[in-house]
């Protein structure tokens, strides 16, 4: 009987201990994550694996995309979606594309989407439909006196600038949204480019 009543004091010890706050590291660090700003940019139609300039199948890019706030509420407080563009000369989008002088060019500035162009869908969330003209990527590097090899890979990379001035992309978000299928919000898409 002793040993019974011991038993049951350790347990009820054990309880009571368990449900007192922690002080453990991971309790910190929830304590601490900003879960109120941020974004997500949706895709919700996905980008071709391949595109070309003069082919009618294949010359545009055609996508849908939505606008998330990371605090759950239903109208984002955004200002605008900005998308950039670089050419590479390999899938793994290590050797970006040189000027025929041999000098790197970087990202480029393709587009810019207002917020006022988004409209809000059933689901509550802000969308708009976006369509990428190839020839104006292939405009965009002639001018920079750069000629992309065939096959060459493009990396599309959206950006979400909120009213705040915070810029949200691809390097200041979580895999868990990057790379998570619910949210299907990577930021940056890698398509192959034959400039032909």
């Not at 054990?14 to 997500?40: H, K, R, W, Y």
């Not at 162009?117 to 190839?134: A, C, E, K």
Request: hydrophobic share 45%; aromatic share 10%; with cysteine.
């Amino acid at each position: 009987m002793k040993t019974l009543a011991k038993i049951f004091i350790l347990v009820a010890a054990i309880s009571f201990t368990a449900c007192s706050d922690s002080e453990a590291t991971i309790n910190q660090v929830l304590d601490t994550v900003d879960t109120e700003s941020g974004a997500v940019l949706r895709t919700l139609v996905d980008f071709p694996d391949l595109v070309t300039i003069t082919n009618e199948a294949n010359n545009v890019i055609n996508s849908t995309i939505e606008v998330q706030q990371g605090n759950g509420s239903f109208v984002p407080d955004f200002k605008e979606v900005n998308l950039y563009v670089q050419v590479y000369n390999d899938q793994d989008l290590i050797d970006p594309l040189l000027t025929d002088d041999g000098n790197e060019i970087g990202e480029l500035f393709l587009q810019t989407f207002d917020a006022s162009q988004f409209s809000i869908s059933s689901n509550g969330l802000p969308r708009t439909d976006i369509s990428i003209v190839v020839q104006d990527v292939a405009d965009l590097y002639a001018a920079q006196s750069a000629t992309p090899g065939v096959p060459s890979f493009m990396a599309l990379r959206f950006e979400i600038v909120m009213n705040n001035g915070t810029v949200i992309s691809n390097n200041n978000v979580g895999v868990t949204i990057s790379g998570g299928i619910y949210f299907n919000s990577p930021f940056l898409f890698k398509v192959i480019f034959l400039p032909i």
